[in-house]
Nanobody
């Protein structure tokens, strides 16, 4: 059974930083891509970031490029999302994901957006961690 456990959310002022962590057990952690989606109230879930199985390739949504950094430590079966220069529009419930693919390019559409389509149900999700950025 796969377990996905996130931590690190909280309340921060605009311009501040937070680091999210996600530990995934029950699968071959070093053989799959990992990442984060987020969902704000009244909005659809959107892809934020992805990192390939060996950490060499990464993906970021345009809205977070230059501010967020994703990384992974396969020896600790954990990946991280370092969020800096946070904005009120970053406020959302952040979901950790273990994708059923090795590379982020596999789940990125022609518009350059993370798009799971039929793979959504084959992705392992965490319960979500709330990030709130005050202005």
């Amino acid at each position: 059974q796969v377990h996905v456990v996130e931590s690190g959310g909280g309340l921060v002022q605009a311009g501040g930083s937070l680091r999210l962590s996600c530990t995934v057990s029950g699968l071959r952690f070093d053989d799959v891509a990992m990442g984060w989606f987020r969902q704000a109230p009244g909005k659809e879930r959107e892809g934020v970031s992805c990192i390939g199985w060996n950490g060499r390739n990464t993906y970021y949504a345009d809205s977070v490029k230059g501010r967020f950094t994703i990384s992974r430590d396969n020896s600790k079966i954990t990946h991280y999302l370092q969020m800096s220069t946070l904005k009120p529009e970053d406020t959302a419930l952040y979901y950790c994901a273990a994708f059923p693919v090795r590379e982020c390019a596999t789940i990125t559409n022609r518009a350059g957006i993370l798009d799971l389509q039929d793979l959504y149900d084959y992705t392992n999700w965490g319960q979500g961690t709330q990030v709130t950025v005050s202005s």
